[in-house]
């Protein structure tokens, strides 16, 4: 689990100047190390103080152990040193792609990503380590499966007490579990942005219904001493005295009681009741479609192109996103609004073991940069360029509720699409345009919309797709 089958890159000489390599933006707390990229590869620069700590880690077999039972990311020791930042142990990770982060996922992918910490956790707590914070942005999926990246998470305990981070999981967790539980997941997904205080334990409240308060008569309590301790630094400071000066009575045994109790409550929450007027879609197309017909089309058209990486937009519950992984393709990311229609996906893909990581967004209003200065965290289409995309059923949303013109429209799939496209154009008269028009006139034609693709995919094929009002387009940037 913890060696990569391609070697590290020849470079002359092992020392690496800042100058050639590329620090990643969102690196910047931890001060065991910082992780850069270099000749299309995943670094981790581990700081002097620290790296005999880590060397150990690798050599007594500990990363091994801890591998066999949690899901880290593939990880090896090269001969590179950082000597201009102070690192004389370089790691080389694994790449995962696409990168996804919290505000996108659905509540069942928040939730094993928790449960991934957790398991780790748990795991370090058998070799007398800790996992000293609790982020989100510490997990990555490869596919549906969450994998933790954050290597210098795992470190030495020092504190003394039981989780350090335990503040840190409540607001970037718990609470937003809990919120999603209630069918407030856009809230969640939104408060998330505030990357460094997550949902905080006031806001977690407010969104709450008056039986959920009358119900958890703690937490008013809880924001009270919250205050308190707030207002008056002296009693802070005896408070995180008394904490780490219990040192002393934490152990092993406490520390896994504590671990489990807490994963208990996290693996309690549950999602998959929840439905929308859009995860019925596929059940509610009119009897005199052949559902199969255009199932069939896209499967053709996929096993000429044979893509490795398949980006589906406007994806619904994923008919496609599964064919893509089905025909071959590596990695497919699979994108709706629709919270619901996510969540089936996702558990379809776990059940199948299926490369298909799906994301609930906004293809018109997609995850901005956040972060520092908006630059710690890339925009969602930054990070979802793939070979092939789909655009399927999915014209007339953009062009009539959307209110898009077709050129920015094709701008939007030039920008995610290295090489082809497969668009389903969707026609004025279309019994379905009726259930999205708006109180303004609509005109367009298949060679506007066509002409207009062809400015940026200058090869156009026209297909026949599942009904007479449509047409699938495969559209290509190379001959």
């Not at 080389?92 to 449960?115: D, F, G, K, N």
């Amino acid at each position: 689990m913890t060696s990569l089958s391609s070697q590290v890159p020849e470079q002359v000489g092992d020392n690496l100047s800042l100058q050639d390599i590329e620090v990643d933006p969102s690196s910047y707390v931890d001060p065991n190390g910082f992780v850069f990229h270099f000749q299309g590869h995943v670094y981790r620069a581990i700081r002097a103080q620290y790296a005999p700590f880590y060397r150990r880690l690798f050599s007594d077999g500990v990363i091994d152990r801890l591998a066999q039972r949690v899901p880290l990311v593939k990880t090896e020791l090269t001969p590179y040193t950082v000597s201009e930042a102070g690192c004389d142990l370089v790691l080389r990770h694994q790449r995962i792609e696409p990168v996804t982060y919290c505000v996108e996922w659905s509540p069942s992918m928040l939730r094993e990503a928790a449960l991934l910490t957790l398991d780790l956790a748990l795991a370090a707590v058998e070799h007398d380590l800790i996992v000293q914070d609790a982020y989100p942005w510490n997990v990555l999926f490869r596919g549906s499966r969450p994998v933790f990246i954050d290597f210098c998470s795992i470190a030495q305990d020092e504190s003394g007490m039981v989780w350090p981070a335990y503040h840190q999981f409540l607001s970037f967790f718990l609470y937003p579990l809990a919120l999603c539980q209630s069918g407030k997941g856009p809230i969640a997904r939104k408060l998330l942005l505030d990357n460094i205080n997550g949902v905080c334990l006031e806001e977690y409240y407010a969104t709450l219904s008056q039986l959920t308060k009358l119900t958890h008569p703690w937490i008013p309590l809880q924001l009270f001493f919250d205050r308190m301790v707030q207002r008056h630094p002296n009693l802070k400071r005896r408070i995180k005295r008394r904490l780490v000066g219990g040192a002393q009575t934490t152990n092993q045994s406490l520390r896994r009681g504590f671990f489990q109790r807490v994963r208990k409550k996290v693996a309690s929450f549950s999602f998959t009741g929840e439905r929308d007027i859009w995860s019925n879609y596929y059940a509610d197309i009119p009897p005199g479609v052949d559902k199969n017909e255009k199932v069939n089309l896209v499967r053709s058209l996929l096993q000429r192109i044979s893509p490795t990486s398949v980006l589906d937009l406007g994806c619904n519950t994923g008919v496609f996103s599964v064919l893509a992984a089905e025909e071959g393709a590596g990695r497919v990311t699979a994108v709706d609004t629709s919270e619901a229609c996510i969540e089936r996906l996702y558990h379809r893909a776990r059940q199948d073991d299926l490369p298909i990581t799906p994301l609930v967004a906004d293809v018109l209003c997609p995850t901005p940069a956040f972060g520092f200065m908006a630059r710690q965290y890339p925009p969602l289409f930054q990070r979802l360029r793939s070979e092939v995309v789909l655009c399927l059923a999915l014209m007339h949303h953009l062009h009539i509720a959307g209110r898009q013109p077709f050129e920015r429209i094709a701008e939007l799939l030039d920008a995610v699409a290295a090489k082809s496209l497969v668009f389903e154009y969707v026609d004025v008269t279309d019994p379905n345009n009726d259930l999205i028009g708006l109180t303004r006139r609509i005109d367009y034609n298949l060679d506007l919309v066509s002409g207009t693709l062809a400015r940026y995919f200058p090869v156009i094929e026209t297909l026949p797709s599942d009904r007479s009002t449509r047409r699938l387009l495969l559209c290509s940037k190379e001959s």
